[in-house]
C-alpha cells in the first residue's frame, strides 16, 4: 500500500513499473491501521470533521459551507450520534469511519484511497458494515479503494469487486473478480470440484497461499496470473509508464492553516492537561520567592581580588570580624542563589518539558499523517509548534 501510495520509492526491484491513468491525475490518500495516528483526542466527531474541511478546503475560490460538509457526511457514513462525542469515547467503528470522513471533507476527493486493515479490531457484524461503506463510497464518489486484509472472511471479499491474492515473498497467485476463483482453481487445480469441496474457492486459494514459493502449485497459480494480465490492451490504450511512479500530495504556504491547527490545538485534551499542570510550578515558585531573600540575585558570582584589596584600603577595612561575616553573607547569598536556580529549572523540566515532549511526540505522528495526505504544507506545523511550545518555554525558563 505505501508503494502505490507513493511512500516507498526505494528498495524496489528493477522490474517494478507503475501505469497510471494518462487523462485522470491521481490525488491519493492513506489510512493506517491504527486510525488513532488521524484523530485527535479532546475534540467532537463534528469539530473532527469541521477542522480537517477547513484545513482540506482552505485554497477553495468558491465559500464553503462547512457544517453542511460535516453534516452531509455524519449522514452517509451514518455517525450522526458521534457529532458531540468526544472521538476517545467512540467505538473502534465509528473512528475509522470518521477517519476516512476526514478525507472526504475535501471538495476534490481523493481519487485513491488506501486503507491498511479497515476490519482489525472488529467484530464480523462492524467489519460487514465497514467494508460495505466503502464500496458505497467507491460507487458513489467514483473512487477506488485498495484495502490490505491479513485475515479475510468469505463474506467479505465476496463483496469487493476485484482480489490481489499475495502468497509467500509477495507473488501473485490471483488477481481478479471473486466470482471468478473457483474458475482460476480448475485451471491450476486438475481435480478441483466446486461442489464437492466443503470450503469456499476464496478459502481454498487462501490456504495454498502458505506454501513455499517453489511448490508446483504456486507456480502454476503465478503463471496463470500474469497470462491473464498480459493478455489485457487496458495497458497500452489507457494508461502511460511513470518513472518514479505516484508523486505525494502537496499544499501550498498559508498562515492561514497554522491559525487553524492552533484553534484545533486548544481542544486537545493533552493540552487541557499541560495548563492544568503548569500550576504547580506556578505555585512551587512563589513559595521558594518567599523563602529565599531578594538579596541573593544582587551579589556578583564574579570576584576581582586586586579590586577588592583596593577597596577595603580605601575605606580603611580592619575589622578582620567584620570582614568574615561580610564574605560569609556573600558566599551564603550565592549558595542560595545556586539552589533558588536549581530548583526552578528542576521544576520546569519535570513539570512543562516533559508533558510537553510527550505531547510534541503524539502530535508528530498525527502531522505526519495529515502531511502526506497534503493537507498543509510542512511549515505550517513548525510556526505553530513554535508559537504553542517553544516561546513560551524559553521565556519561562529565561
Known amino acids: 500500500l505505501k508503494v502505490l501510495n507513493g511512500q516507498w520509492k526505494r528498495r524496489l526491484s528493477c522490474e517494478s513499473k507503475f501505469y497510471l491513468n494518462q487523462l485522470t491525475p491521481i490525488k491519493g490518500c492513506y489510512l493506517h491501521q491504527d486510525v488513532s495516528g488521524h484523530l485527535m483526542s479532546g475534540l467532537t ?16 475560490l468558491t465559500i464553503i459551507d462547512h457544517e453542511a460538509i460535516v453534516d452531509r457526511i455524519l449522514n452517509e457514513l451514518l455517525i450522526i450520534n458521534t457529532a458531540n462525542i468526544p472521538i476517545q469515547n467512540c467505538s473502534n467503528g ?13 471538495i476534490m476527493m481523493p481519487n485513491l484511497i488506501c486503507i ?79 461442489k464437492s469441496n466443503q470450503t469456499s474457492p476464496i478459502e481454498e486459494l487462501i490456504n495454498y497461499c502458505s506454501l513455499e514459493t517453489t511448490d508446483t502449485i504456486i507456480q502454476r497459480m503465478v503463471n496463470i496470473t500474469n497470462d491473464n494480465d498480459n493478455e489485457s490492451d487496458i495497458m497500452r490504450h489507457e494508461l502511460r509508464l511513470i518513472i518514479d511512479g505516484i508523486h505525494q500530495n502537496c499544499q501550498r504556504f498559508s498562515f492561514q ?47 576581582n581580588f586586586i579590586e577588592n584589596d583596593f577597596n577595603n584600603t580605601i575605606c580603611n577595612i580592619d575589622d578582620d570580624d567584620d570582614e568574615q561575616n561580610e564574605w ?14 536549581m530548583y526552578i529549572t528542576f521544576i520546569f523540566l519535570t513539570w512543562i518539558l516533559i508533558p510537553a515532549s510527550i505531547l510534541f511526540g503524539q502530535e508528530m505522528i498525527l502531522f505526519q499523517n495529515e502531511h502526506r495526505n497534503g493537507w498543509y504544507f510542512f511549515q505550517f506545523f513548525l510556526i505553530f509548534k513554535k508559537k ?11
Open 116 to 194: 491498511d486493515e479497515p476490519t482489525s479490531g472488529l467484530d464480523s457484524n462492524s467489519a460487514e458494515i465497514i467494508i460495505n461503506f466503502l464500496r458505497k463510497i467507491a460507487y458513489d464518489h467514483n473512487v477506488t479503494i485498495i484495502a490490505a486484509i491479513h485475515q479475510p472472511q468469505t463474506e467479505l471479499l465476496e463483496i469487493f469487486d476485484d482480489v490481489y491474492v499475495l502468497a509467500k515473498n509477495g507473488v501473485c497467485v490471483y488477481s481478479g473478480r471473486p466470482t471468478t476463483i473457483a474458475e482460476h482453481l480448475s485451471k491450476v487445480l486438475n481435480n478441483f470440484d466446486r
Open 94 to 106: 465509528e473512528r475509522k469511519r470518521l477517519a476516512l470522513g476526514m478525507e472526504m471533507t475535501s
Open 388 to 398: 504553542t511550545l517553544i516561546h513560551p518555554i524559553y521565556d519561562r525558563l529565561v
Open 45 to 60: 466527531g463534528r469539530q473532527t470533521l469541521l477542522y480537517a474541511s477547513r484545513l482540506k478546503n482552505l485554497f477553495e
Open 328 to 341: 560569609k553573607m556573600v558566599q551564603k547569598d550565592l549558595m542560595d542563589n545556586t539552589r533558588y536556580t
Open 257 to 303: 492553516s497554522s491559525w487553524i491547527l492552533l484553534q484545533r490545538y486548544l481542544h486537545n485534551q493533552m493540552f487541557k492537561w499541560t495548563i492544568i499542570l503548569s500550576i504547580f510550578p506556578i505555585i512551587l515558585i512563589i513559595l521558594l520567592r518567599n523563602f529565599y531573600n531578594d538579596q541573593i540575585a544582587q551579589q556578583n558570582g564574579c570576584f
